[in-house]
């Protein structure tokens, strides 16, 4: 199973400002490599169309090429520790009450 983790921010953006931090954390406690993609929404049209952004900081899990998990705005860590120890597990996303 190949998890793939894409985080998608843009300067100027104040929760980007916030979550950046907040990705290292995670890299050292899952183990885990985060693709940091900076986006101008002048220049990155196309990126942006592909993988349906509408709100920045956003993080999508991809798991064997399929988007799993996605995060839209500021998330914390222990949100995206948990999605991923899911995802190692094979777990997928839990039951919505």
Do not use: W
Not at 33 to 39: F, L, W
Not at 66 to 81: A, H, K, T
Request: glycine fraction near 6%; hydrophobic fraction near 35%.
């Amino acid at each position: 199973m190949a998890l793939r983790i894409l985080y998608f921010s843009q300067d100027g953006c104040m929760a980007c400002e916030e979550q950046e931090p907040i990705i290292p954390e995670v890299e050292k406690d899952c183990n885990v490599k985060v693709e940091r993609i900076s986006i101008n929404p002048k220049l990155s049209r196309e990126l942006i169309r592909e993988h349906r952004l509408s709100v920045t900081p956003t993080i999508i899990l991809i798991r064997d090429g399929v988007e799993v998990e996605r995060f839209e705005g500021l998330v914390y860590r222990e949100q995206m520790d948990e999605a991923i120890r899911r995802l190692e597990q094979g777990l997928g996303r839990p039951a919505e009450d």
